[in-house]
Protein backbone atom coordinates (compact mmCIF):
# COMPACT_ATOMS: atom_id res chain seq x y z
CA UNK A 1 0.00 0.00 0.00
CA UNK A 2 1.29 3.52 -0.53
CA UNK A 3 1.96 5.46 2.56
CA UNK A 4 0.31 8.66 3.20
CA UNK A 5 1.16 11.45 1.43
CA UNK A 6 3.66 14.10 2.40
CA UNK A 7 2.91 17.27 1.86
CA UNK A 8 5.24 19.19 -0.18
CA UNK A 9 6.09 22.67 1.65
CA UNK A 10 7.20 26.21 0.82
CA UNK A 11 11.10 24.99 0.80
CA UNK A 12 10.39 22.55 -1.60
CA UNK A 13 8.33 24.73 -4.07
CA UNK A 14 10.09 27.61 -4.20
CA UNK A 15 12.77 26.82 -6.83
CA UNK A 16 9.58 26.74 -9.16
CA UNK A 17 7.97 30.27 -7.72
CA UNK A 18 11.83 31.46 -8.85
CA UNK A 19 11.59 29.66 -12.15
CA UNK A 20 8.35 32.29 -13.15
CA UNK A 21 9.99 34.77 -11.59
CA UNK A 22 8.45 35.06 -8.27
CA UNK A 23 9.46 34.48 -4.34
CA UNK A 24 7.17 32.03 -2.61
CA UNK A 25 5.04 32.98 0.31
CA UNK A 26 3.10 30.59 1.04
CA UNK A 27 1.60 27.00 -0.26
CA UNK A 28 -1.49 25.24 -0.29
CA UNK A 29 -2.26 21.27 -1.23
CA UNK A 30 -5.55 21.19 -3.43
CA UNK A 31 -7.28 18.45 -2.46
CA UNK A 32 -8.71 16.39 -5.35
CA UNK A 33 -6.23 14.84 -7.81
CA UNK A 34 -5.63 10.70 -7.24
CA UNK A 35 -3.01 10.54 -9.61
CA UNK A 36 -0.56 13.85 -9.01
CA UNK A 37 -0.16 16.33 -6.45
CA UNK A 38 -1.82 19.74 -6.82
CA UNK A 39 -0.25 22.90 -4.78
CA UNK A 40 -1.42 26.40 -4.62
CA UNK A 41 1.63 28.58 -4.49
CA UNK A 42 0.53 32.23 -3.75
CA UNK A 43 3.83 34.85 -4.90
CA UNK A 44 5.16 37.49 -3.85
CA UNK A 45 3.17 39.89 -5.96
CA UNK A 46 -0.05 38.97 -4.81
CA UNK A 47 -0.92 36.71 -7.71
CA UNK A 48 -1.05 32.88 -7.66
CA UNK A 49 0.10 29.49 -10.17
CA UNK A 50 -0.73 26.05 -9.40
CA UNK A 51 1.94 23.28 -9.21
CA UNK A 52 1.37 19.64 -10.78
CA UNK A 53 3.72 17.29 -9.36
CA UNK A 54 4.19 13.88 -10.85
CA UNK A 55 5.65 11.70 -8.57
CA UNK A 56 5.08 8.18 -6.97
CA UNK A 57 4.62 9.62 -3.69
CA UNK A 58 1.71 11.38 -4.88
CA UNK A 59 0.00 8.81 -6.57
CA UNK A 60 -2.79 7.13 -4.77
CA UNK A 61 -3.17 4.35 -7.72
CA UNK A 62 0.59 2.50 -7.06
CA UNK A 63 0.17 2.07 -10.46
CA UNK A 64 3.46 2.67 -11.93
CA UNK A 65 4.44 3.82 -15.45
CA UNK A 66 1.26 3.13 -17.54
CA UNK A 67 1.87 2.13 -21.39
CA UNK A 68 0.37 5.04 -23.42
CA UNK A 69 -0.40 2.82 -26.30
CA UNK A 70 -3.33 1.82 -24.16
CA UNK A 71 -5.82 4.57 -24.59
CA UNK A 72 -7.03 3.53 -20.72
CA UNK A 73 -3.70 2.78 -19.25
CA UNK A 74 -2.99 5.35 -16.48
CA UNK A 75 -3.29 8.81 -17.47
CA UNK A 76 -0.30 10.68 -15.60
CA UNK A 77 2.66 12.31 -16.24
CA UNK A 78 4.21 15.77 -17.49
CA UNK A 79 4.29 14.22 -21.25
CA UNK A 80 0.29 13.07 -21.22
CA UNK A 81 -0.38 16.98 -20.05
CA UNK A 82 2.20 18.95 -22.51
CA UNK A 83 0.70 16.47 -25.34
CA UNK A 84 -3.51 17.36 -24.13
CA UNK A 85 -2.51 21.15 -23.28
CA UNK A 86 -0.75 21.44 -26.84
CA UNK A 87 -3.87 19.92 -28.22
CA UNK A 88 -6.56 21.46 -26.46
CA UNK A 89 -4.91 24.89 -27.10
CA UNK A 90 -4.63 24.05 -31.17
CA UNK A 91 -8.26 22.85 -31.04
CA UNK A 92 -9.67 26.41 -29.02
CA UNK A 93 -10.68 24.64 -25.88
CA UNK A 94 -9.36 26.28 -23.05
CA UNK A 95 -7.39 24.71 -19.90
CA UNK A 96 -4.95 26.50 -17.46
CA UNK A 97 -2.08 28.35 -19.30
CA UNK A 98 1.32 26.66 -19.15
CA UNK A 99 4.08 28.47 -17.60
CA UNK A 100 6.85 26.05 -16.88
CA UNK A 101 7.98 22.70 -16.90
CA UNK A 102 10.88 20.89 -15.27
CA UNK A 103 11.49 17.70 -16.00
CA UNK A 104 15.52 17.75 -14.56
CA UNK A 105 14.50 16.36 -10.46
CA UNK A 106 16.92 18.83 -9.68
CA UNK A 107 14.74 20.65 -6.74
CA UNK A 108 12.25 16.94 -6.52
CA UNK A 109 12.36 13.54 -7.30
CA UNK A 110 9.47 14.65 -9.88
CA UNK A 111 8.48 16.11 -13.18
CA UNK A 112 6.72 19.48 -12.50
CA UNK A 113 4.32 21.57 -14.41
CA UNK A 114 3.79 25.45 -13.04
CA UNK A 115 0.52 26.42 -14.71
CA UNK A 116 -2.00 29.60 -14.39
CA UNK A 117 -4.06 29.58 -11.09
CA UNK A 118 -7.56 30.36 -13.05
CA UNK A 119 -9.52 32.47 -10.24
CA UNK A 120 -13.51 31.67 -9.60
CA UNK A 121 -14.27 27.24 -8.50
CA UNK A 122 -15.73 24.40 -10.80
CA UNK A 123 -18.61 23.76 -12.58
CA UNK A 124 -19.53 21.58 -10.12
CA UNK A 125 -19.91 24.22 -7.71
CA UNK A 126 -21.67 26.52 -9.59
CA UNK A 127 -24.35 23.47 -10.54
CA UNK A 128 -24.42 23.22 -6.30
CA UNK A 129 -25.19 26.61 -6.32
CA UNK A 130 -21.81 28.38 -4.75
CA UNK A 131 -21.20 30.28 -7.66
CA UNK A 132 -23.33 32.54 -8.03
CA UNK A 133 -22.04 35.25 -10.45
CA UNK A 134 -22.36 32.86 -13.27
CA UNK A 135 -25.99 31.24 -13.89
CA UNK A 136 -26.21 28.06 -14.20
CA UNK A 137 -28.36 28.23 -17.40
CA UNK A 138 -25.65 30.35 -19.33
CA UNK A 139 -22.49 27.92 -17.57
CA UNK A 140 -24.46 24.89 -19.51
CA UNK A 141 -24.73 26.57 -22.46
CA UNK A 142 -21.02 27.41 -22.27
CA UNK A 143 -20.44 23.92 -21.50
CA UNK A 144 -22.45 22.43 -24.70
CA UNK A 145 -20.46 24.75 -26.90
CA UNK A 146 -17.11 23.53 -25.29
CA UNK A 147 -18.04 19.84 -25.96
CA UNK A 148 -18.95 20.62 -29.27
CA UNK A 149 -15.70 22.63 -30.08
CA UNK A 150 -14.24 19.48 -28.76
CA UNK A 151 -15.70 17.24 -30.27
CA UNK A 152 -15.45 18.42 -33.35
CA UNK A 153 -11.68 17.62 -33.35
CA UNK A 154 -10.57 14.10 -35.11
CA UNK A 155 -7.64 12.27 -35.23
CA UNK A 156 -6.44 9.67 -38.12
CA UNK A 157 -6.66 6.71 -35.15
CA UNK A 158 -7.84 6.27 -32.06
CA UNK A 159 -5.50 6.16 -28.76
CA UNK A 160 -3.89 8.95 -26.29
CA UNK A 161 -2.66 12.39 -27.75
CA UNK A 162 0.72 11.77 -26.87
CA UNK A 163 0.72 8.43 -29.26
CA UNK A 164 -1.55 9.65 -31.96
CA UNK A 165 -0.52 13.20 -32.58
CA UNK A 166 3.26 12.07 -32.79
CA UNK A 167 2.32 9.66 -35.65
CA UNK A 168 1.94 6.61 -32.94
CA UNK A 169 -0.92 4.11 -32.96
CA UNK A 170 -2.55 2.13 -30.15
CA UNK A 171 -3.30 -1.21 -29.37
CA UNK A 172 -6.38 -2.94 -30.39
CA UNK A 173 -8.46 -2.84 -33.37
CA UNK A 174 -11.80 -0.63 -32.91
CA UNK A 175 -13.03 1.31 -29.62
CA UNK A 176 -15.42 -0.86 -28.85
CA UNK A 177 -13.22 -3.49 -28.71
CA UNK A 178 -10.72 -1.72 -26.64
CA UNK A 179 -14.03 -1.39 -23.81
CA UNK A 180 -15.01 -4.33 -24.31
CA UNK A 181 -11.47 -5.93 -23.03
CA UNK A 182 -11.27 -3.44 -20.17
CA UNK A 183 -14.56 -4.60 -19.10
CA UNK A 184 -14.11 -7.88 -19.34
CA UNK A 185 -10.57 -7.39 -16.85
CA UNK A 186 -13.02 -5.63 -14.77
CA UNK A 187 -15.06 -8.14 -14.14
CA UNK A 188 -12.23 -10.82 -13.53
CA UNK A 189 -10.75 -8.06 -10.90
CA UNK A 190 -13.66 -8.11 -9.39
CA UNK A 191 -14.65 -12.00 -8.98
CA UNK A 192 -12.32 -11.91 -6.33
CA UNK A 193 -13.10 -8.87 -4.45
CA UNK A 194 -17.06 -8.58 -4.76
CA UNK A 195 -19.17 -11.78 -4.42
CA UNK A 196 -21.94 -10.28 -6.00
CA UNK A 197 -20.20 -9.88 -9.31
CA UNK A 198 -18.50 -13.27 -8.85
CA UNK A 199 -22.19 -14.77 -8.65
CA UNK A 200 -23.44 -13.04 -12.28
CA UNK A 201 -19.97 -13.41 -13.35
CA UNK A 202 -21.05 -15.44 -16.48
CA UNK A 203 -23.97 -13.75 -17.14
CA UNK A 204 -22.10 -10.49 -17.16
CA UNK A 205 -19.66 -11.50 -19.62
CA UNK A 206 -22.60 -13.20 -22.06
CA UNK A 207 -24.33 -9.51 -21.48
CA UNK A 208 -21.23 -8.11 -22.43
CA UNK A 209 -20.50 -10.47 -25.81
CA UNK A 210 -24.48 -9.52 -26.93
CA UNK A 211 -24.00 -5.88 -26.49
CA UNK A 212 -20.98 -5.76 -28.50
CA UNK A 213 -22.32 -7.41 -30.90
CA UNK A 214 -24.85 -5.17 -31.75
CA UNK A 215 -22.21 -2.43 -32.55
CA UNK A 216 -21.69 -2.06 -36.39
CA UNK A 217 -18.19 -0.78 -37.28
CA UNK A 218 -18.25 2.92 -37.73
CA UNK A 219 -16.78 4.64 -40.26
CA UNK A 220 -16.15 8.49 -39.52
CA UNK A 221 -12.59 9.58 -37.42
CA UNK A 222 -12.58 9.09 -33.46
CA UNK A 223 -13.68 12.36 -32.06
CA UNK A 224 -10.84 14.70 -29.19
CA UNK A 225 -12.55 13.81 -25.66
CA UNK A 226 -11.90 14.57 -22.14
CA UNK A 227 -12.37 10.94 -21.36
CA UNK A 228 -13.15 11.71 -17.34
CA UNK A 229 -15.24 15.19 -18.49
CA UNK A 230 -17.27 15.94 -15.06
CA UNK A 231 -17.91 19.59 -13.78
CA UNK A 232 -14.94 19.07 -11.09
CA UNK A 233 -12.98 18.91 -14.30
CA UNK A 234 -14.24 22.16 -15.47
CA UNK A 235 -12.59 25.86 -13.83
CA UNK A 236 -15.33 28.33 -14.04
CA UNK A 237 -13.74 32.05 -13.98
CA UNK A 238 -16.05 35.05 -12.55
CA UNK A 239 -17.11 35.82 -15.87
CA UNK A 240 -18.31 32.53 -16.96
CA UNK A 241 -15.44 31.64 -19.31
CA UNK A 242 -14.82 27.64 -19.26
CA UNK A 243 -11.30 25.55 -18.76
CA UNK A 244 -10.54 22.58 -18.56
CA UNK A 245 -8.20 20.34 -16.06
CA UNK A 246 -7.03 17.10 -15.35
CA UNK A 247 -6.19 16.73 -18.71
CA UNK A 248 -3.71 13.83 -19.20
CA UNK A 249 -6.46 11.62 -20.16
CA UNK A 250 -7.54 13.39 -23.55
CA UNK A 251 -7.80 11.09 -26.39
CA UNK A 252 -9.61 10.26 -29.79
CA UNK A 253 -12.00 7.86 -29.07
CA UNK A 254 -15.73 7.28 -29.43
CA UNK A 255 -17.66 10.46 -28.59
CA UNK A 256 -20.19 7.72 -26.93
CA UNK A 257 -17.33 7.26 -24.53
CA UNK A 258 -17.33 10.74 -23.36
CA UNK A 259 -21.03 11.05 -23.15
CA UNK A 260 -21.79 8.06 -20.94
CA UNK A 261 -19.23 9.73 -18.34
CA UNK A 262 -21.12 13.29 -19.02
CA UNK A 263 -24.57 11.57 -18.53
CA UNK A 264 -23.21 9.35 -14.82
CA UNK A 265 -21.74 12.81 -13.88
CA UNK A 266 -24.01 15.66 -15.03
CA UNK A 267 -26.96 13.96 -13.68
CA UNK A 268 -30.33 15.98 -14.54
CA UNK A 269 -27.78 18.56 -15.89
CA UNK A 270 -27.29 16.43 -18.85
CA UNK A 271 -29.99 17.10 -20.78
CA UNK A 272 -28.11 20.49 -21.69
CA UNK A 273 -25.35 18.84 -22.84
CA UNK A 274 -27.38 16.10 -25.13
CA UNK A 275 -26.59 15.65 -28.82
CA UNK A 276 -28.03 14.01 -31.22
CA UNK A 277 -26.08 11.60 -33.88
CA UNK A 278 -25.00 8.97 -31.18
CA UNK A 279 -24.84 5.45 -31.81
CA UNK A 280 -27.25 3.72 -29.52
CA UNK A 281 -25.53 0.39 -29.38
CA UNK A 282 -22.37 2.02 -28.79
CA UNK A 283 -24.00 3.81 -25.82
CA UNK A 284 -25.44 0.91 -24.05
CA UNK A 285 -22.22 -1.35 -24.40
CA UNK A 286 -19.99 1.59 -23.00
CA UNK A 287 -22.83 2.66 -20.35
CA UNK A 288 -22.16 -1.08 -18.53
CA UNK A 289 -18.41 -1.25 -19.50
CA UNK A 290 -18.33 2.22 -17.58
CA UNK A 291 -20.16 0.80 -14.81
CA UNK A 292 -17.97 -2.18 -14.50
CA UNK A 293 -14.85 0.14 -14.29
CA UNK A 294 -16.50 2.60 -11.91
CA UNK A 295 -16.95 -0.69 -9.33
CA UNK A 296 -13.28 -2.06 -9.66
CA UNK A 297 -11.08 1.30 -10.16
CA UNK A 298 -12.83 2.50 -6.68
CA UNK A 299 -11.79 -0.74 -4.82
CA UNK A 300 -8.67 -0.74 -6.49
CA UNK A 301 -7.79 2.62 -4.95
CA UNK A 302 -8.99 1.81 -1.95
CA UNK A 303 -6.83 -1.34 -1.60
CA UNK A 304 -3.64 0.24 -2.33
CA UNK A 305 -4.31 4.14 -1.92
CA UNK A 306 -4.54 6.49 0.92
CA UNK A 307 -7.54 8.56 -0.36
CA UNK A 308 -8.79 11.02 2.08
CA UNK A 309 -12.37 10.54 1.67
CA UNK A 310 -12.82 6.33 1.50
CA UNK A 311 -16.17 6.58 2.39
CA UNK A 312 -16.97 8.85 -0.98
CA UNK A 313 -15.16 6.33 -2.88
CA UNK A 314 -17.30 3.17 -1.35
CA UNK A 315 -20.05 5.56 -2.33
CA UNK A 316 -19.07 5.41 -5.71
CA UNK A 317 -18.40 1.73 -5.96
CA UNK A 318 -21.95 0.58 -4.39
CA UNK A 319 -23.61 3.05 -6.62
CA UNK A 320 -22.05 1.42 -9.87
CA UNK A 321 -22.53 -1.93 -8.65
CA UNK A 322 -26.24 -1.32 -8.64
CA UNK A 323 -26.70 -0.48 -11.96
CA UNK A 324 -24.40 -3.11 -12.87
CA UNK A 325 -27.20 -5.78 -11.45
CA UNK A 326 -30.09 -3.73 -12.36
CA UNK A 327 -28.73 -3.53 -16.09
CA UNK A 328 -28.37 -7.35 -16.15
CA UNK A 329 -31.72 -7.83 -14.52
CA UNK A 330 -33.39 -6.15 -17.24
CA UNK A 331 -31.76 -7.64 -19.83
CA UNK A 332 -32.93 -10.85 -18.83
Known amino acids: ?39 RLALDDGSSAVAYVWSPDEDLWDAGPGDPRDPFSHASGLDLFTAAANRLAAAGVRAPRLLHTDRTHTHLPADVAIVEDLPGGTLEDLLDGDLPAVPKAEALERTAALLDTLHACTGPRFGKIAVVDNGGSSYGGSCE ?31 LGALAARVRPRA ?47 GHHYDALRTGNLDPARLRLYRLAMHLSLV ?13 DPEFMRGIAEHNLGQVLTRLKNAS
Not at 177 to 195: H, K, M, N, S
Open 1 to 39: MTATRKTLTRADLSPFARAVGHALNDVTRIRGGSKKGVY
Open 220 to 266: EPPALIHGELGPDHVRVTPDGDLALIDIEGLMYFDVEWEHVFLDLRF
Open 177 to 207: GIVVARALCALDELIAREPRVAAVQSQLADR
Open 296 to 308: AGPLRLLDVGDFH
